[in-house]
């Protein structure tokens, strides 16, 4: 089981494990049917990103993240 093994699980969000597994789980399977290669470990630090389905606020150049708050981005946030 996972949860009761990592603590720091419930300080975080509950949509950025469960995308991460998501896309792994879909990264396997592509690669289990020939569409692509086996998945490969991303480097930490270097273009780390991740996915939020929860309620975030956005404004010119700051984000509201859930149990993060506020945070300031580099550049100004495009809204597609």
Not at 19 to 35: E, H, I
């Amino acid at each position: 089981m996972v949860k009761p093994n990592n603590y720091w699980y419930y300080e975080v969000s509950k949509t950025a494990p469960s995308y991460a597994l998501r896309y792994l789980s879909l990264a396997w399977k592509r690669c289990f049917s020939k569409v692509s290669g086996k998945p490969k470990f991303k480097k930490k630090g270097k273009d780390d990103n991740f996915t939020l389905d929860a309620s975030i606020s956005v404004d010119f150049n700051h984000i509201k993240l859930p149990r993060i708050g506020w945070i300031k981005t580099y550049g100004a946030i495009r809204l597609v």
